[in-house]
């Protein structure tokens, strides 16, 4: 599995070689060989805030670490509502 890539990334890598095919250019860009496989429940949880924090905030995104409910990602620009929705019993 040493130059395995995901189908997504082959689509990709296709694409921008098809892109940048006809420009004359040798140096196409290429999509990293070498990618971290996040093969464990909770693991993607625990990389996504800084070390030893609870929360992550930049100008697009505030993340917040729930203790049993994972992870609230609440973006700047989200424009989900739930006016109109009713949770019942």
């Known amino acids: 599995m040493e130059h395995y890539r995901p189908p997504i990334d082959q689509r990709i890598q296709a694409y ?53 409910n994972g992870v609230l990602h609440n973006p700047i620009n989200d424009k989900r509502t739930t006016q109109g929705v009713f949770h019942g019993m």
């Open 16 to 68: 921008l070689n098809d892109v940048f095919k006809d420009t004359g250019d040798k140096d196409i860009p290429q999509l990293p060989q070498q990618t971290l496989a996040v093969d464990r429940y909770g693991l993607a949880r625990e990389l996504s805030f800084p070390q030893d924090a609870n929360e992550f905030h930049n100008r697009e995104i505030a993340s917040y670490r729930l203790t049993n």
